[in-house]
């Protein structure tokens, strides 16, 4: 079976830092894997996603990830935080096969400091 | 804007009573998919439909049960509510492009239980 563990539950940044959000995922074959941003009271919208290929893959708003087999991670990176990205982020790893079945880790809420 | 839409965005209801969510997917999309949000379980993968037929089963209860119309909308009906049954219900819809389908999200109902 699946699974996704984001091992921080909250990380506070000042406006400006980087950003890395951490992700490990368990699936027994070429993961399809995924990260999405759910602003308060909104939503989940997908910021990139992984499927095969190029290993640092680019999203929207500034936001990559770099996905590593040999560390089952696929860690999420911004290089300069702005305050809108307060937001909570969640790392998905997703079974194909027709069925989509995705399966999401337990999110990291983001806060950014002044 | 994902272009799903989900009614009504709250509810408010007593145990024991029984409600219907609605769901609305991106024109063209054929295949819903039905998540719960709650901050115990965080979100979880409940039910996904194709073009009316059920293809995938996720942690749904049995007292929850979901369908999609010919005009592929689709309902959750959940029964005999229980206080734990308050959460977050989200809607997603997809369309096929290939090996994965990504999934766009409606904004969500929050449903209360009292």
């Known amino acids: 079976a699946q699974s996704v563990t984001q091992p921080d539950i909250h990380i506070t940044v000042s406006e400006g830092a980087s950003l890395e959000l951490r992700c490990n995922y368990s699936y027994g074959a070429t993961p399809y894997l995924f990260w999405y941003v759910q602003s308060p009271g909104q939503g989940l919208q997908l910021l990139l996603k992984y499927f095969s290929g190029d290993t640092l893959v680019q999203g929207i708003k500034g936001f990559e990830a770099e996905f590593k087999r040999s560390q089952s991670s696929f860690n999420l990176r911004k290089p300069s935080v702005h305050w809108s990205d307060a937001a909570e982020y969640f790392c998905?790893?997703?079974?194909?096969?027709?069925?989509?079945?995705?399966?999401f880790g337990t999110g990291t809420k983001l806060q950014v400091i002044p | 804007d994902s272009g799903v839409t989900q009614t009504p965005k709250h509810l408010i209801t007593a145990t024991g009573q029984r409600v219907t969510l609605r769901c609305s997917p991106r024109s063209g999309d054929l295949s819903v998919y039905w998540y719960q949000q709650s901050l115990d379980q965080g979100l979880q993968f409940l039910i996904q439909y194709y073009n009316g037929e059920e293809r995938a089963k996720g942690n749904i209860l049995e007292r929850f049960s979901a369908q999609q119309f010919p005009d592929l909308h689709s309902e959750l009906n959940l029964s005999s509510l229980e206080l734990g049954d308050s959460a977050l219900y989200f809607c997603?819809?997809?369309?096929?492009?290939?090996?994965?389908?990504?999934?766009?999200f409606g904004p969500g109902t929050r449903l209360t239980v009292l």
């Open positions: 998905a790893v997703g079974a194909g096969g027709g069925y989509q079945k995705v399966t």
């Open positions: 997603a819809s997809s369309g096929w492009t290939g090996l994965w389908n990504e999934q766009f």
